[in-house]
């Protein structure tokens, strides 16, 4: 059976979740032996078999960024071409999924990581180019043959967003993680190369500078954390520049009052991600908008607790008591995650930091549980198992 999977990340050019799931999911696909597992994905050209990237067409060079990613989507259609099957990842190639599967008469398969009518602050970072994503969205979603969501919290989301969907073809399955290339390794010299002292306590936070990752009420979280606490942002990719201003200013503001605010705003290998998650005291995931919650896994498989929101997928993962500490929040109902009352949100996390920090052996603990969790419940081989699944009855349909 032959799956075409079109993605606008692929490796070397990952910059998140989905990105990461496109990689494992297909690895985990052709080492089955059942599957002719082939990608199509945006950027430079790649050295892998059966992998075909595709730039931005030279005539769209100065149109919005909606438009010239529908430019690339239309060249991935004909290479998709003798497929079984499309399985597309994000709105980004939602498109090419949607064209190749009514020209060349094939099932198309969704992936949702994530929904453009949760994520209205785009319109910030697009433009009119929102109003296009959203609608390439919408298109595929409502005429897709089947939509895998990573997590039950965002099949609910789904069907909310796109009611006009068959809720019989929104199946659930969890994102998952390497537990091999993503397991605690202590390497306090790398550490120390990168700005962090491993022998004082740090919370971590890893991700990009977007409105639903939460960064800014995180820092302002931050400020209540013990002195002798380091505070590590791997943070950056920022959405606009409008956020990333916010940002500047309050991690200036906090290294005026303390020492040990360390901010690497570039892309990091994985051992250097692996080195500091491992060195971590606790890792701080304060999102406001997240599906499933990727970076929870990762955290988990290096066994660092979790200091988490209790929203979307992220319950599914972070188990309170456990393998971490959830954070309640009440949110509005607009799609934009906002807290409804962030002055209450910003002091449960402090409180829900310092508290993990102030107890490093109960810490260690749920950093234990939470890799035998990461081990046991999602293993890319399972996931691969079901997910193949679906395909074969799409295709057999």
């Known amino acids: 059976m032959r ?3 079109c993605s606008r990340e692929y490796p ?3 910059y998140g979740g989905a990105g990461v799931h496109v990689d494992e999911l297909v690895r985990a696909l052709r080492s089955r032996g059942d599957v002719d597992a082939r990608v199509h994905c945006f950027g430079a050209p790649r050295q892998e078999a059966g992998t075909t990237a595709y730039a931005d067409p030279p005539g769209l060079a100065s149109a919005n960024a909606a438009i010239r990613t529908l430019g690339v989507d239309l060249e991935m259609v004909a290479g998709c071409a003798g497929t079984d099957l499309v399985h597309t990842h994000t709105w980004y190639a939602n498109m090419a999924g949607h064209l190749a599967s009514l020209l060349h008469g094939v099932p198309h398969v969704v992936s949702a990581h994530s929904l453009e009518p949760m994520r209205p602050w785009k ?9 296009v994503s959203s609608w390439v969205e919408r298109t595929a979603y ?9 997590s039950a919290a965002m099949r609910d989301d789904v069907l ?8 019989g073809k929104v199946h659930v399955v969890h994102n998952g993680i390497d537990t091999t290339s993503w397991s605690p390794v202590v390497d306090p010299d790398r550490v120390r190369e990168l700005g962090v002292d491993p022998d004082r306590p740090s919370v971590i936070f890893v991700g990009r500078i977007t409105r639903q990752k939460g960064l800014p ?6 400020a209540a954390l013990p002195p002798e606490v380091q505070l590590v942002l791997c943070a950056g990719a920022p959405d606009t520049p409008e956020i990333m201003t916010e940002v500047e200013s309050l991690v200036a503001g906090l290294a005026a009052e303390r020492d040990g605010v360390v901010w690497i705003d570039q892309m990091l290998p994985r051992p250097d991600v692996v080195a500091l998650l491992t060195a971590a005291t606790v890792f701080a995931c304060p999102s406001i908008y997240e599906p499933l919650g990727i970076v929870n896994l990762e955290a988990m498989a290096c066994e660092t607790a979790v200091v988490a929101t209790a929203t979307g997928g992220i319950p599914e993962v972070v188990v309170p008591g456990e393998t971490g500490w959830l954070v309640p929040i009440e949110q509005a109902d607009d799609g934009t995650g906002t807290p409804l009352d962030p002055e209450r949100y910003v002091a449960d996390l402090a409180a829900a930091l310092v508290g993990a920090v102030s107890d490093p052996e109960v810490a260690a603990a749920y950093g234990r549980a939470g890799r035998v969790r990461a081990e046991q419940s999602f293993s890319w081989g399972a996931i691969a198992e079901t997910t193949v699944g679906i395909y074969r009855g799409l295709v057999a349909g």
């Open 217 to 222: 009420l995180f820092l302002r979280a931050a």
């Open 3 to 5: 799956i075409d999977v």
């Open 12 to 14: 070397p050019e990952v």
């Open 142 to 150: 409502e005429a897709a043959a089947g939509v895998v969501a990573v």
């Open 160 to 167: 909310r967003s796109y009611p006009d969907v068959d809720p």
């Open 123 to 131: 319109a910030e970072q697009l433009g009119g180019g929102y109003a």
